[in-house]
């Protein structure tokens, strides 16, 4: 278990903090691992594509472009995502289905909600930096995210 707090104080030098905009879904408080990004806009295809990889030790990082008309993830994506072992999900936009989500053993960052499913173009980039929140992800790069705050580093804090 970590702290972002501690991991703050430890490694002040080594991390980046997202501006704290995101609201907590899912039971998992706590998640961190190696950032997986996927860029889109009210498409989420591409987050269905990644979710079906497996992704022990990662975190997937969506940036929606911060759009509010519609979700990207609902409690079928929420399910795939734990039944291949993401460690948790950031969404630079929102959820729905948000009552079942947080029934579930997973850890999401989200935006908000919103009812309206998104649309199925398979339009967007996977794995390339992403800006939002005041900091940029940057794939293979570590993020960690618990009830303070989310952290980002170039470097593995936990080992």
């Given at each position: 278990?970590?702290?972002?707090?501690?991991l703050?104080?430890?490694?002040?030098e080594?991390?980046?903090?997202?501006?704290?905009?995101?609201?907590?879904?899912?039971?998992?408080?706590?998640?961190a691992?190696?950032?997986?990004?996927?860029?889109?806009?009210?498409?989420?295809?591409?987050?269905?594509?990644?979710?079906?990889?497996?992704?022990?030790?990662?975190?997937l990082?969506?940036?929606?472009?911060?759009?509010?008309r519609?979700?990207?993830?609902?409690?079928?994506?929420?399910?795939l995502?734990i039944k291949?072992?993401?460690?948790?999900?950031v969404?630079n936009?929102?959820?729905?289905?948000s009552?079942?989500?947080?029934?579930?053993?997973?850890?999401?960052?989200?935006?908000?909600?919103?009812?309206?499913?998104?649309?199925?173009?398979?339009?967007?980039e996977?794995?390339v930096?992403?800006k939002?929140?005041?900091?940029i992800?940057?794939?293979?790069?570590y993020v960690y995210?618990d009830?303070?705050?989310?952290l980002?580093?170039?470097?593995?804090?936990?080992?």
């Open positions: 278990m970590f702290s972002t707090a501690d703050s104080d430890f490694h002040a080594s991390i980046n903090c997202a501006n704290p905009i995101f609201k907590s879904f899912g039971t998992k408080n706590s998640f691992g190696r950032i997986v990004t996927i860029k889109l806009f009210e498409d989420n295809s591409l987050l269905r594509k990644q979710l079906e990889e497996y992704g022990k030790g990662q975190v990082v969506v940036d929606g472009g911060g759009s509010l519609c979700a990207l993830l609902g409690d079928q994506l929420a399910a995502a291949n072992h993401w460690n948790g999900i969404i936009g929102c959820i729905r289905d009552a079942q989500i947080n029934a579930m053993p997973i850890g999401v960052r989200a935006l908000n909600t919103s009812p309206i499913k998104s649309i199925k173009r398979n339009i967007g996977v794995n930096p992403v939002f929140a005041g900091v992800f940057v794939p293979h790069h995210v009830t303070d705050g989310i980002i580093s170039d470097i593995d804090l936990l080992k």
